[in-house]
């Protein structure tokens, strides 16, 4: 199975820090994706990658940038975080264009 | 624009039922549609996954239909047990051009009591 792991379940930082959110993929998927999602929101799509060092903006991008420079990762940077950027952040990747989602477990970002 | 929209919102049932989720989508141009379940503070889990030329796949207690026509797809789950306790979301792969776009529906959550 494939497995997308995120590397922190929960994470506190503070108004105005740099913050890095990690995920690693290890079956070779072309896709990786970085989500939001917020009680009556539902789930935002923040950025995309189709490759290696290739990003598109997602539906939210402003306040968010992104970093892929090998395969398997996809890192999510939030430049000064703040408090409204407090929430649940999920990486998904895909084989193709066309091939179903695999989801990691999630990091839950408060920012105080 | 893709709509997905799920019905129920909430859906609370004894043990041993079986039940029907419900999920429509107001544009056929899909590539696949995804059921996914999800638990309270944790990421999303893949049930199944139906390309558009399918009907139907099978996992299990867990048989998901689609029909591209109508726009709409079913996940019936068998025998339910508390463990099957979550919120279920579908998804539809949307042709996007250079990109193609995963459209979450609103997601319906379920109790069943033991």
């Known amino acids: 199975d494939v497995k997308v792991t995120q590397s922190s379940r929960y994470l506190v930082k503070r108004t105005g820090e740099k913050v890095f959110l990690e995920c690693v993929q290890d079956?070779?998927?072309?896709?990786m994706f970085w989500y939001r999602q917020d009680p009556g929101l539902g789930l935002r799509l923040i950025y995309f990658?189709?490759?290696?060092?290739?990003?598109e903006k997602g539906d939210i991008p402003e306040g968010y940038s992104v970093s892929r420079e090998k395969k398997e990762r996809f890192s999510l940077i939030l430049e000064s975080a703040s408090t409204n950027q407090t929430s649940m952040y999920l990486c998904?990747?895909?084989?193709?264009?066309?091939?179903?989602?695999?989801f990691g477990s999630g990091t839950r970002l408060t920012v105080v | 624009k893709q709509e997905v929209t799920q019905i129920p919102a909430a859906l609370s049932v004894p043990e041993g039922e079986n039940l029907v989720l419900n999920c429509s989508f107001t544009d056929s141009a899909i590539y696949n549609l995804q059921w996914f379940r999800q638990d309270p503070g944790k990421g999303l889990t893949s049930l199944l996954l139906?390309?558009?030329?399918?009907r139907e796949q099978t996992s299990g207690r867990l048989n998901a239909s689609l029909d591209k026509s109508s726009g709409r797809s079913t996940l019936y789950i068998a025998a339910s047990q508390p463990g099957d306790s979550a919120t279920y979301l579908c998804?539809?792969?949307?042709?996007?051009?250079?990109?193609?776009?995963?459209?979450f529906g609103t997601g319906t959550l379920l109790a069943v009591q033991p």
């Open positions: 998804a539809v792969l949307n042709y996007g051009g250079a990109t193609n776009k995963l459209i």
């Open positions: 079956m070779d998927h072309e896709n």
């Open positions: 998904a990747s895909s084989f193709a264009s066309n091939y179903g989602y695999t």
């Open positions: 139906i390309q558009s030329s399918q």
């Open positions: 990658s189709y490759d290696v060092k290739m990003k």
